[in-house]
Structures are given as C-alpha cells and as structure tokens.
C-alpha cells in the first residue's frame, strides 16, 4: 500500500504513540463502527480489555486515559493535553463517561478497563478488545484492534491480512526497499526527497503539501520550546525531575562557553531531544517520528540543522522530513517500528536512522551517502531493548533520545566523509533488525519484565 510522509509522522499526545495514541485510534475507529451500523444510540455499556505489552506497561503508558478519551471522540491531534486529567478525574468519579461526546453511559476503568496481564491476543503484542452492549446486556458489536507502532491501527480482519485497506491512488514512483528507492534515485534523476515529496501530490496540491510539512516543524519547534521551559517532576511516581529547562539556562547564560568547548554544539542537541521526551513523558502534544518512545531524535537533528548548519533554510526542512520519512517507511514496509514487537532498536534504532540519512541529505550527500549514513544509524542501534522502569516513558527512554540523536548526527558525518561505498546494505540491516527482534525475549520488548526495569527500583 502507498504510505504517506503523514503516516510516519502524525501529532498526537505522549507518551507512547503506540500505548497512548494508537488506542485513542482504536477508539475513534470503533465508534466510527457503531455509527455506520446505526447502533451507537442503542450503547447502554461498553467493555475494553487491554493485552499483551498494552497491559505489562499500559498504566505507565496512559493506555486506560487513551481508550477513555477516544471513546470520547477526542482525536490525538486536537485533543487538549491540559484537559485530559480533567476528563479521566470525572469519569472516575461519576463512573460515567460522555460516549462520543453525545451522552452519559454508565462505565466503570476498574471493571470496564481491565488490564489482563500475561494474556496476549494472537496477531501483535498490543490488542484490545471492544465491546458494546444494549440495555438488555447483549453485545451490539465487538471487535479486536492491534496498536502496531507509530500510532498504525489495524482492526482484526486487517492484521489477518497483513495490510491496511488499499489507498486506490497510486503513486508515481513506487520502491519497497532501499534497493529499489535508490535505483529510482539514479534512473529518474531526483534525490530521495523529490521522488517522495512528488508522491505526496496525489493526494493534493504543493502548495498544501509544503505547509502540512511546516506544520510538523513547526509543532516539534514549539515541542521544544514548551519542554525548555517547564520545571517541575515528570508524573508517574517515579520522581523523575526535569532537565531541560535547566540545561537551557546555562547554555543561554553563558554562550561564551562554547569558545572553549567545540562540543557545546552536542550539549544543545542533548537539550532538543530532552525538552521533547520530557513533554512527551508529561503527555504534552508532540509528534509521533516515527513513535512517541524516539519522538525527540528527529526533532533534535533537525533544530541542529535548523540552528547550527550554515545554509539551512525551509526547503532543507521539507527535505529531511521528505528523506526521513522514506527511511522510515523501508522499516515499516520490511521489518517494524513496534518497541513490542523488536524492542526498542524499532524505535530509537528507526529514528536515529532516518534522522542520520536525512542530515546527510540536507548537506549534500549523495544517494548513496544517504543510504549508508541510515545504515550506519541502524547497525550500531542493532539489540537495543525496551525496559521502561515501572512501564514509563522515562528512564531510560529520554536519555536514549540524546543517544539517538547525537549517534544519527555522527553517522551522517561518517556517510559524508565516504565515498558512499560501505559493506552492509540499508535493506541487509532492517532485515537484520527484524531478525534480531524476532529472537529477542518478550521480557525486552516494553513489557518492564527485563533489564532496567527489574534491575533499578521503580519508586
């Protein structure tokens, strides 16, 4: 199927794209269901039940407030962070919640909601089962949703056949991995980003195209000015302070400092992909890129591009989007970008991937260099492991974000310095990922089973 530059990239609410905002999808999509068979008046109750890694680190995760607050018909790109603690607060207390924002039901999180620990539903690691019944306790409709990473939904019928609905538009120029996006590359003459940005206008104009694009920047943008300026503790219990806003102050108090340190230029992209995991963490409005667990990779190579690379300007920005997103769509076409399906190599591994290929476009690589700096980005991310302590979207993943993003930077500069000549292929290491996730234990893969998450008290 064709994939959009606005699949990998989607604004939503943190802190997991797939714990969080994949389950707000599920729940707009199976109140879409109700409408279209005319039953959604008849609703007297309804019944969620998480499984798989959704209940290991659904609490952490906000899991149960995303399905609360989908079943509200609150969408993850328009919903109000600073107002979903309000809505989860009345439901709790009322036992009540505003179905389809239309009207009251009678609804229950402790019963309603139940997190069925060790119990998997058999196409993904992350299923949910909805349920809708009548006044007489008959069930209206059910059905089975997977949060697939990224913020992908497929319904039951859909993960059975490994796709999602076909799109009936096509694309002029069609590749499935990176072999045959760089053969494309070479035959017709354009860089990676004018092959996908031409894609993209089957389904509109550029004008709209290029504005949609700076809309995504502009959104991680104000993600970082957001978590540069808030103070305070991360929720969850952990008791996790935030960095950013201190990190800020002594990088802008004393700029002077970076004459002395040539490296100060890695303290600012340390501080970038921070201030976005601690909004994210917060459950603030980021952009999914191409999850919400690596949302601050991207947005920090890209403020470096935007801040510190002589030369950058708008069209840059439109193609690393463009060039990220085709990278990041070979690892959703041939492997995964789920931290429960491959661990967390599907996440940061992805992001820092598509982060390294795109810098490396934007400063003049070629084809070829762009392949490798993305291969380089993947190969030394290879094994990474999802273990949230105590199922949060915190330790280590917001410290791993400045790993990813300053890894990404340096495989760009590496792929720069080349010929574009390399060993390994962009297609041989997502295989090899795939590979790598399918042999890892459950334990690794965000279920807070293994690793950090055993090892270092939660509280």
């Excluded at 959009?4 to 199976?30: M, Q």
């Excluded at 002395?260 to 459950?283: C, P, R, S």
Aim: aromatic share 6%; proline share 4%.
């Amino acid at each position: 199927m064709p994939l959009s530059i606005f699949d990998l990239y989607k604004v939503g609410i943190g802190p997991s794209s797939s714990h969080t905002v994949g389950p707000v999808v599920a729940a707009n999509r199976f109140l879409q269901e109700l409408r279209d068979r005319a039953l959604l008046d008849q609703v007297v109750s309804l019944h969620v039940g998480l499984f798989g890694s959704l209940a290991m680190t659904g609490k952490g995760h906000a899991t149960d407030v995303a399905v609360m607050i989908g079943l509200m018909d609150e969408k993850p790109d328009q919903v109000d962070p600073d107002q979903v603690p309000v809505y989860v607060e009345q439901i709790r207390e009322t036992r009540q919640l505003n179905l389809a924002g239309e009207r009251m039901i009678a609804f229950d999180p402790e019963t309603d909601l139940p997190f069925n620990f060790g119990e998997s539903l058999p196409k993904h690691p992350n299923g949910m089962h909805f349920k809708a019944y009548d006044a007489a306790g008959i069930i209206l409709h059910d059905n089975i949703f997977y949060s697939v990473g990224g913020g992908f939904v497929l319904s039951d019928a859909e993960a059975g056949q490994g796709v999602v609905e076909e799109d009936e538009l096509q694309q002029p120029y069609s590749f499935n991995n990176g072999a045959e996006l760089m053969a494309l590359s070479e035959r017709e003459g354009k860089s990676i980003a004018e092959l996908v940005l031409e894609n993209e206008l089957v389904w509109g104009s550029k004008e709209d195209l290029e504005q949609r694009l700076w809309d995504l920047w502009q959104v991680m943008d104000q993600c970082i000015r957001r978590g540069c300026a808030a103070t305070g503790e991360l929720p969850g219990g952990l008791n996790i302070k935030r960095r950013a806003n201190q990190l800020y102050r002594e990088l802008t108090t004393s700029p002077e400092a970076a004459f002395k340190d040539q490296l100060t230029v890695m303290d600012w992209v340390n501080l970038f992909a921070i201030a976005v995991n601690e909004e994210n963490a917060a459950g603030g409005r980021v952009v999914t890129a191409p999850t919400n667990g690596a949302a601050g990779v991207i947005p920090a190579v890209l403020a470096y591009y935007d801040r510190f690379v002589p030369g950058s300007s708008r069209q840059g920005i439109f193609d690393f989007l463009a060039t990220s997103a085709a990278i990041g769509m070979l690892y959703k076409k041939n492997a995964s970008i789920s931290a429960a399906e491959v661990g967390c190599q599907g996440e940061i591994g992805v992001a820092c991937s598509m982060a390294a290929g795109a810098l490396c476009a934007v400063m003049g690589g070629t084809t070829q260099q762009i392949e490798n700096a993305a291969e380089i980005g993947m190969e030394h991310n290879l094994g990474l492991t999802c273990d949230p302590i105590g199922g949060l979207v915190q330790v280590p993943c917001i410290e791993r974000n400045t790993m990813g993003a300053v890894k990404a930077i340096n495989a760009a500069r590496l792929a720069l310095r080349g010929d574009g000549k390399h060993h390994v292929s962009l297609d041989s290491v997502i295989e090899t990922m795939r590979q790598t996730g399918l042999d890892m234990q459950d334990k690794y893969k965000e279920t807070s089973q293994g690793g950090l998450a055993v090892n270092v008290v939660a509280c």
